[in-house]
């Protein structure tokens, strides 16, 4: 079956370190992964995307994400947090059964919470 | 600027009534989304449409109807038969089709609670 799992449901972190937020995947034919973070009361806002390519790919806000095939995972990384980093985190992969449709599997959210 | 715009932003619901979510997009994209985000759960996928007059159910759709009369419109029905309609509701767009690559854009969403 095809899903996307978040293991840690709070990721603490002091400010000025660097932060991981971990994802593991499981989809049929290429993976598509993307990464969402969400403010509260707020709708989700894209942050980076793996199609293909380079294993480590860079977006919004400088984090970046690492991919590994072996270890099937999309693991959210950036070098050194910020109190306001402080959201909940989506990462989603694209359904590889939804045909001409992009549906995404979304895991249940990490909290990331960056202490001062 | 472009974006997705939801609206109410807080709605009550009585118990047998069916209520309406509103969800409008000027991004002139093809395909759009309905999610239900409960805490703990992620967000799952309640109906998706791909272009005008066309949509079909997700994951959770019981209780649950959409039309897409318009290219920009994509509203939700949340009818009586929906048990348990307390959620944070969210829309989303794409330019859908052939574009698998294509992240989605959320509108702000919609808390929706029983009175």
């Known amino acids: 079956a095809q899903s996307v799992a978040q293991p840690e449901d709070q990721v603490n972190v002091a400010e000025g370190n660097p932060l991981t937020v971990k994802c593991t995947y499981s989809v049929s034919g290429n993976p598509y992964l993307f990464w969402y973070v969400q403010y509260p009361n707020r709708g989700l806002q894209f942050l980076l995307k793996y199609i293909t390519g380079d294993n480590l790919v860079k977006g919004s806000y400088g984090f970046e994400a690492e991919f590994n095939k072996s270890q099937t995972s999309f693991h959210l990384k950036k070098p050194s947090a910020l109190v306001s980093d402080s959201a909940l985190y989506f990462c989603?992969?694209?359904?590889?059964?939804?045909?001409?449709?992009?549906?995404?599997?979304f895991g249940a959210g990490t909290r990331l919470a960056v202490h001062p | 600027d472009g974006g997705i715009t939801q609206s109410p932003k807080y709605l009550f619901r009585k118990e047998g009534q069916n209520v309406t979510l509103s969800c409008e997009q000027n991004?002139?994209?093809?395909?759009m989304y309905w999610y239900r985000q409960d805490p703990g759960q992620g967000l799952r996928l309640i109906y998706y449409s791909q272009i005008v007059n066309d949509f079909q159910k997700g994951d959770i759709a019981e209780g649950y109807s959409v039309s897409r009369e318009k290219k920009e419109s994509f509203p939700l029905t949340v009818t009586s038969a929906q048990k348990n309609p307390t959620a944070f509701y969210l829309c989303a767009s794409n330019r859908g089709g052939g574009a698998k690559n294509q992240p989605q854009h959320f509108g702000d969403g919609t808390r929706l609670s029983i009175l």
């Open positions: 991004l002139n994209h093809d395909a």
């Open positions: 989603a992969v694209r359904d590889g059964k939804s045909g001409g449709y992009n549906k995404l599997i």
